[in-house]
Structure formats: structure tokens, C-alpha cells
């Protein structure tokens, strides 16, 4: 028999604030909610930057925080908000027996190096050559240009003490629906009684800014919701997010006395090429199971859609199909009000989902176009879908527990 996951610790810091009632306060008590946008500093590109963060309430020594990055600082603050939340924060028998699984993609670069790359490849008389030059002379001792992504996790291990077996993944979205999803699968298989799983990304760096812009995906402009920038050629608005969740088997849990938020549910994911029709007919057969498991709960939809097209115009097309057939009461588009978080990405909707059942409410639109509609009635199941801005489709469910 498999176990349940319950939802018991949630830690969350972005350009809305730092913790669970702000982000509350802003997407569902705000009359009009309204995202933190900063338009100016890497214009023409919009990105909604962290909120000040006071590192010392969570990373005690300044010999820690120096030596990480602003993208390690976050995650790791974050995920201490979860442990605090949780209330294992300190317990270090709990907590050495407390597994890890993270999302994380490549660390803050060496800017000064990338920016002589590129300003002398053009003029180069051989450019291979000269980049070979210069990777050779110019990298750091770790020969990678960029911080690798499982320091996140080794900080949280060195700072909160959370020494369970630890597992890092890179790659987008998919990446943050797996961490989820291997967490949860672990619970249910008795492979373990309490993870800490989420993921962390910082906006303002010029670096990821420039892959966006390379890549063709990044929004300019004034900002706009998701589903009116496919019309105007579409585009991604970067956020600032750190995400981390507590899931734990509910006996582990009622043992402790620990109080649940929600119950995490079958969480799935999958892969397409993205050729039309694809991405839609992979999230249909993962929305049939989710719909199966949610029973008669009334159910709405928190999505990542990111603003690309024509992907963004596919999953609409796909949503309205839903709620066109009475199969989902509404949707919201996280990246709204908190920008694409990419990595963080599941985790977030993982935790607004469950915040919003253990409150009895649901969220406001951010959505001018009109297609995001109010609740009547708070559901009492959320399903969570992510389409990664490239590749992978990932679905899951989050129930109030009765």
C-alpha cells in the first residue's frame, strides 16, 4: 500500500516578499493584484526582481554567505524558511535523516571573461582558436565558466544541517517537476519519510538574460499578461523565485504532531519535440489521471505558462477546452505575478496550490485579457502544470485533506 505525501513545510521568497502571507496578501486579498516588475534596469527586458532578503536570519556566519553566490544565498535562505515552517528547523536527528531533492540551473558566471569572448571572437582572424584561447587561459580552477548547480544543495547541507541523501537536477521546468516528483515517488515507496525538495533562480543576471534574447524567447517591452503576448509575437518575463517544500509521509508527520497544508497527489511528467499538437496531447493524458484522482472535488488550475508562442496559444487552447467541458473551474497563470521561474518553477505552484486549500481560497486574476475568471467557490483540489519554455510537460495534484 502506498503512502500518502502531505505537504508540511513552505518556504518561499520572491518579488512579492518573503514567506506565505505576503504572497497571500498580494495574489489573493490585493482587489487588483499587481505584479513587482522592474522595467528599467536591464531594458529593454522586464524582470521581476527578489525582494531584499535579510541573508543573516538564515545563513548565520558571514564566512557562508561570502562565499556564495546571490543564487545560492536565495535557495538556501529559502529553504530554511520551509525547515522553520516545517518545525525540524535545529532538530538534527530529523534533519540527518531529512533528504534532498533540488532543481538548480547553472551558477551567476564570470561575466568579465564572457564579456572578452564576445567582444573578441568577431574580430578574431582564427575564432576557434580563439576561444579555445581563451577558455583555456581564462576559466576558473573548476574548469566551468558557470557555479555548478549541486552548491545549492551542499550549502543547505553545511548551513541547516540537512544530511539525508542529497539529489540535484538541471534542466529547466522538467527539472522542477522532477524534483517533485522523485520526492513524492520516494514517500510513497517507503524509500524515505521526509524530504526537503524546491529550487531557486535569480532574474537579474545579464548572463541568463542574454540566453533568453539569444534564444529568441525574451519579452520586451512593457509588460503584459501571458495570454496577450503570443498576439505580439510572444515572450518570456524572467522572476526572481526560491521555493522549497517539506513532504513527508503522513504517518512520519501525525507522529511528530506536524499539521499538514494539503496532500500532494500523483505527480507526472513527460517529453515531446513540440511539434503542434504534441505538448497538448501529453498534458491530456496526464490532466485524465489527475481528474480520476481528484474525484468530485471542485478543481482549478494553477499553470506556468510562460507568454511564448505559439506554445502559450496551444495550452490555452488546451485549458479552455477544460473548462469548456466543466472538467476544470478556472486557471491562473503564476507568472503573472511572479515572472517564469524556471527551475523553481513547480515548487512555487506546488505551494501557492497548497496555501491557497489550507486557507479556503483561491487567488485572484492578474489577467486582462479576460480568460482567467473568478471562483464562486474555493476548490478543494488544484492541479499544477507546467510546459517548460523548451522541452517537457509535468502535471500534478494537490488535495485539501478533509
Known amino acids: ?6 505537504i508540511t513545510g513552505i518556504g518561499m521568497t520572491s518579488s512579492l516578499g518573503e514567506g506565505l502571507d505576503a504572497h497571500w496578501q498580494a495574489m489573493a486579498e490585493a482587489e487588483h493584484p499587481t505584479p513587482v516588475i522592474d522595467t528599467t534596469t536591464f531594458a529593454p527586458y522586464p524582470v521581476h526582481p527578489m525582494v531584499p532578503l535579510d541573508f543573516s536570519q538564515q545563513i548565520p556566519k558571514g564566512g557562508d554567505r561570502r562565499q556564495m553566490e546571490n543564487w545560492q544565498r536565495v535557495g538556501t535562505y529559502t529553504a530554511g524558511l520551509a525547515l522553520d515552517d516545517a518545525g525540524i528547523a535545529g532538530n538534527l536527528e530529523l534533519l540527518s535523516n531529512t533528504n534532498m531533492v533540488v532543481a538548480a540551473a547553472g551558477g551567476e558566471r564570470d561575466l568579465a571573461v564572457d564579456q572578452t569572448i564576445l567582444e573578441g571572437v568577431g574580430a578574431a582572424e582564427s575564432p576557434e582558436e580563439f576561444i579555445n584561447e581563451r577558455l583555456s587561459n581564462d576559466l576558473r580552477p573548476t574548469l566551468f565558466l558557470a557555479q555548478l548547480p549541486n552548491l545549492v544543495a551542499g550549502n543547505i547541507a553545511i548551513v541547516h544541517k540537512v544530511t539525508g541523501s542529497s539529489r540535484t537536477f538541471m534542466g529547466e521546468e522538467l527539472a522542477s517537476v522532477s524534483a517533485v516528483e522523485i520526492a513524492a515517488r520516494r514517500i510513497r515507496a517507503d524509500q524515505g519519510d521526509i524530504f ?50 517539506v513532504l513527508e509521509a503522513r ?25 503542434p499538437g504534441q505538448a497538448a496531447e501529453i498534458a491530456a493524458e496526464q490532466f485524465a489521471a489527475i481528474r480520476k484522482e481528484a474525484g468530485d472535488r471542485r478543481l482549478a488550475m494553477l499553470t506556468s505558462a510562460s507568454g511564448l508562442s505559439p506554445l502559450t496559444q496551444e495550452e490555452q487552447g488546451f485549458l479552455a477546452g477544460l473548462i469548456a467541458r466543466g472538467e476544470l473551474d478556472t486557471v491562473r497563470a503564476v507568472p503573472n505575478m511572479l515572472g517564469t521561474s524556471v527551475e523553481a518553477t513547480f515548487p512555487s505552484m506546488v505551494g501557492l496550490a497548497a496555501l491557497a486549500l489550507s486557507r ?21 483540489a488544484i492541479a499544477v502544470n507546467s510546459w517548460g519554455n523548451w522541452r517537457g510537460e509535468g502535471m500534478g495534484l494537490v488535495e485539501a485533506i478533509d
Open 1 to 6: 500500500m502506498t503512502r500518502e505525501v502531505w
Open 196 to 245: 526537503l525538495a524546491g529550487g531557486a533562480i535569480i532574474a537579474e543576471r545579464k548572463d541568463v538574460l542574454l540566453v533568453m534574447s539569444g534564444a529568441g524567447w525574451a519579452w520586451t517591452g512593457e509588460p503584459a499578461s501571458v495570454w496577450a503576448r503570443p498576439e505580439k509575437g510572444g515572450g518570456i518575463i524572467l522572476g526572481s523565485v526560491g521555493t522549497f517544500l
Open 251 to 275: 504517518e512520519h508527520a501525525e507522529a511528530r504532531g506536524a499539521k499538514p497544508y494539503a496532500r500532494l497527489g500523483t505527480v507526472l511528467s513527460g517529453r515531446s519535440r513540440r511539434e
Open 360 to 380: 479556503k481560497g483561491f487567488y485572484r486574476p492578474a489577467d486582462d485579457t479576460g480568460f482567467e475568471t473568478p471562483v464562486t467557490e474555493a476548490p478543494t
